[in-house]
């Protein structure tokens, strides 16, 4: 059925070419890139399905985040440097407390109980926690400069420190997919493999293709009417930015995760739900800052807002509490989405 929003492509380029209000542009590119990332995750799981289900998360979750990478880029350029970063922080409460939530829930309904290896949850989760740090010292780095040392305008080495931990992010994103892929496989590979491959490769990499230059174009419509479509619709471009945008870019983690849950693959879905989070905190995230360092857009990793900070921390702790034991049950998938909601609403009344 979702497929029916695809509709939505030329109806997007039709009002933005049309001069029709800029909120119309919005929602249809939104709407577009729906069944794009959906296409994105179908593809990315067919060929996830000839690799097994630790090389085949990781390929989803790649692929999953393409299109969330792709509009932060094209926002970074056009300016929105605090709209980037509450997507980033967003993303990682989407995947961690929505995706994993409504996967662990919708699989519960189905199967008393669910087991997974807990030791590959486990490594993530801490990995996770590794990026959270990195995420809270440029913003102690910062208070540090303005209250200790008296420096009024500390952009220049908050970039310049954003830098250096990007790089050391990268660095051990590296380090674990060498762990994950090479010298340590067996220990977190999953208690299950992927389905039988239903497309060819040929097929799978070219509907990966298209979708991905789909998901760039409705980007750029996306980005470049979201300051229309906010006062349009009386939002803040934090709360956009925070929670729209991530579910829109994480649609393809979204459908392929509940999906794998609800057949019984919670090694897959736990490894897409906290493994997307990983990879944009390890990955995305310090490209962007990269990105900007290259394209002179200064943008670091200091989130002044504190509930950013504390929601990421809440997320990783609900987590943790939840997929430490290696099984779940439908009622710990509501206790995530519950924290979800909360942080949600936390944000909605948050004056930016």
Do not use: C
């Not at 989407?94 to 669910?114: C, D, T, Y």
């Not at 674990?176 to 340590?184: E, K, V």
């Not at 393809?252 to 739900?273: C, R, S, T, Y």
Request: charged share 10%; no cysteine; aromatic share 10%.
């Amino acid at each position: 059925m979702i497929n029916w929003l695809l509709l939505a492509i030329p109806l997007a380029f039709f009002a933005e070419y049309g001069g029709y209000p800029g909120v119309w542009v919005f929602i249809l590119s939104a709407l577009a890139l729906l069944p794009l990332a959906s296409w994105m995750g179908k593809s990315t799981e067919e060929l996830a399905a000839r690799l097994g289900s630790t090389a085949g998360g990781l390929l989803n979750a790649t692929f999953g985040n393409a299109a969330e990478l792709i509009i932060a880029i094209i926002a970074l350029s056009a300016g929105k440097v605090e709209v980037v970063k509450a997507s980033i922080s967003g993303s990682l409460l989407s995947n961690l407390l929505l995706v994993l939530g409504l996967s662990i829930f919708a699989g519960g309904l189905k199967f008393h109980r669910q087991k997974f290896n807990k030791e590959n949850a486990g490594l993530l989760v801490t990995l996770t926690t590794l990026a959270l740090v990195a995420f809270m010292l440029p913003a102690f780095f910062d208070m540090a400069e303005r209250n200790y040392f008296g420096i009024s305008d500390p952009s220049l080495p908050d970039a310049s420190f954003s830098l250096v931990v990007a790089i050391v992010l990268i660095a051990v994103y590296v380090a674990d997919l060498i762990f994950s892929l090479f010298t340590h496989r067996e220990m977190v590979g999953g208690m299950e493999s992927a389905h039988d491959p239903e497309w060819s490769a040929a097929l799978a990499l070219g509907v990966l293709v298209a979708a991905t230059v789909g998901v760039a174009l409705m980007s750029e419509l996306l980005v470049g009417s979201l300051e229309a479509a906010t006062k349009s619709l009386g939002l803040s471009e934090f709360f956009v930015g925070i929670i729209l945008i991530p579910l829109v870019g994480n649609a393809a983690e979204h459908i392929a995760a509940v999906g794998f849950a609800i057949k019984n693959k919670m090694d897959l879905a736990v490894q897409i739900a906290v493994g997307s989070s990983l990879q944009v905190a390890l990955l995305v995230a310090p490209i962007l800052v990269i990105w900007g360092w290259i394209t002179g857009v200064r943008f670091d990793f200091v989130f002044h807002n504190p509930l950013e900070l504390a929601g990421l921390a809440a997320s990783i702790i609900f987590t943790n509490s939840v997929v430490r034991d290696g099984e779940t049950n439908w009622l710990e998938g509501v206790m995530l989405l519950g924290v979800y909601a909360l942080l949600a609403f936390a944000f909605f009344f948050t004056p930016r």
